[in-house]
């Protein structure tokens, strides 16, 4: 018998529906000059009101360690919302009411003073190091925040199982549980919102969703992208942690959760926590259930590529994994002996970002039915978002030869970009997206085990060139 090794923590999980947040009119952005802000929540915004224009009463109020006086944060406002090809209505609606105030957002006055500028119900956004919002946290327990207020905080939640059950026990001391958005985007990309329609909306897929028919899944996110500058915040997590511990491990759960009888916060967010609170590695030993790699030089795409470890500001002692591969089992009826593996890594030659299940081979081929019979595999692929259904079907030629087809389509990238998705919940105070506390420390619980297994060493470090596949052996 399986018992679940971490019981959910009763006040971290709502029961019955949430409580609507009063609809928010001020979103205050803490850490309002950094990439974060600048590069995907402004534009993202920008997506949300050009999408939605009844929402053009919304108030964004930036807040940040520079001495930016109206016309520098205007001009860095507009230049974000211009980049992103944000409609000139909203902008000009953003920029009327829109204003910045110098903070140091670990001062309880300060903070006060910008929660006074933001009332009645603001959504505090924390666009910080995750330092700085632990803090900036810490900080909040002196300030009055107003009834409905929202906090919203960015990955990394914490660094492992203690952290994050730390993190938790402060939030809640904060606002209740149903307005903390611990945000995780990939819950608002298009493929990924998908899997609901996909899952649930054909009769054909339910049936054949469990270990009697599906041999694997794998939830990859290989990317040609390498450090990118990010070596302060990356160095310090790893593919393992940066991508696995928290994106693909909600992909999973959706993946592999029950049918939900409505699409509410409850409901997807209880059995998504289901799936997460059965998860453990392959076969119970983290060391032979995970793999770990990193980049030495080579070529991604005709861009030169140094070692990882040459990279400005990577220590080479630390010994930083840029591609991460985990196999994990589901203890229950539905998906027992199904192994998961994800996989994600940086550098890689082709990106390859996707969703695969695998079916198992069918029990018997008609005598007289030639050549290569494959599994059927069904593909959810993010970006450019694309579904593809793998078959074997009577040959062209010869028709009693077996040929592989892809019933594929390519989907729209969806109405807003993932963040977009994200903010809309955050405004409307509903955290359907959101990950809830108690799911946050069962991600960590599982990726933990995988961590203690590498400090112990018994997983080698291996390498593999940029621009290639990944190490020689892996499966890709
Ligand atoms: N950037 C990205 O692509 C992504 C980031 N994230 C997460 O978002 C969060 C923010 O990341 P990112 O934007 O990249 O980080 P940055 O370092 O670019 O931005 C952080 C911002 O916080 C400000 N800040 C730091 N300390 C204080 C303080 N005491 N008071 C007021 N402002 C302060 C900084 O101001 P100053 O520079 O003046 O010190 C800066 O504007 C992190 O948790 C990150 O993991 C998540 C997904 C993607
Ligand atoms: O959160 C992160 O996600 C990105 C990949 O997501 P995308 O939406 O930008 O494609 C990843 O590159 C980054 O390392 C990670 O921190």
Not at 76 to 103: F, G, M, N
Not at 329 to 358: H, M
Not at 392 to 407: A, H, K, T
Request: hydrophobic share 45%; aromatic share 6%; glycine share 8%.
């Amino acid at each position: 018998m399986s018992i679940s090794s971490a019981t959910p923590d009763p006040d971290l999980t709502v029961q019955g529906a949430p409580v609507p947040a009063a609809h928010i009119k001020t979103l205050v952005l803490l850490g309002a000059s950094g990439d974060l802000a600048n590069r995907l929540l402004m534009p993202a915004l920008g997506k949300l009101l050009d999408a939605e224009p009844q929402r053009r009463d919304i108030v964004l109020l930036g807040a940040g360690a520079e001495d930016w006086d109206a016309p520098t944060w205007h001009d860095h406002l507009k230049a974000s919302l211009t980049a992103a090809e944000v409609s000139t209505e909203t902008i000009d609606a953003l920029l009327a009411t829109t204003s910045y105030q110098r903070a140091d957002v670990t001062s309880a006055d300060d903070l006060g003073r910008l929660i006074a500028a933001a009332a009645p119900a603001p959504a505090l956004y924390f666009a910080l190091p995750p330092a700085v919002t632990a803090r900036a946290c810490d900080a909040l327990q002196h300030v009055t925040l107003p009834e409905g207020t929202v906090l919203v905080l960015e990955k990394p939640f914490g660094t492992d199982v203690a952290s994050a059950k730390a993190l938790n026990a402060r939030l809640s001391t904060l606002v209740p549980e149903e307005r903390t958005f611990r945000v995780d985007h990939f819950l608002g990309r298009s493929t990924v919102l998908n899997l609901l329609g996909v899952r649930f909306a054909n009769r054909i897929f339910e049936p054949v969703w469990n270990n009697q028919h599906v041999a694997s899944v794998d939830i990859v996110f290989d990317e040609q992208l390498t450090l990118e500058g990010r070596a302060v915040y990356y160095d310090k997590a790893g593919a393992l942690v940066d991508m696995i511990q928290s994106h693909l491990l909600q992909v999973m759960a959706l993946v592999a959760m029950n049918p939900i009888g409505e699409v509410s916060a409850f409901d997807l967010r209880e059995s998504k926590a289901e799936v997460l609170r059965a998860t453990r590695v392959w076969g119970g030993d983290a060391a032979t259930a995970s793999r770990r790699a990193r980049y030495v030089a080579g070529d991604v795409d005709g861009r030169q590529v140094p070692d990882y470890v040459k990279e400005p500001g990577v220590d080479p002692a630390r010994g930083t994994d840029t591609l991460a591969e985990v196999t994990l089992e589901i203890d229950s009826w539905r998906w027992a002996g199904v192994p998961f593996r994800l996989r994600s890594g940086k550098a890689v030659g082709v990106a390859r970002k996707e969703v695969v299940v695998t079916f198992k081979d069918v029990p018997h081929l008609p005598v007289g039915l030639t050549g290569a019979c494959e599994p059927d595999q069904l593909r959810l692929v993010m970006g450019p978002d694309a579904i593809a259904l793998d078959l074997n079907i009577n040959g062209e030629d010869d028709p009693m030869s077996i040929d592989r087809v892809s019933l594929d389509t390519t989907l729209s990238p969806g109405r807003l970009p993932a963040y977009g998705e994200v903010l809309a919940g955050v405004l409307d105070g509903d955290p359907l997206l959101a990950v809830r506390g108690d799911t946050a420390v069962e991600c960590w619980r599982i990726v933990d085990s995988v961590l203690d297994a590498w400090r112990s060493d018994r997983t080698p470090m291996q390498t593999y060139p940029a621009g290639s596949q990944g190490p020689e052996g892996w499966p890709v």
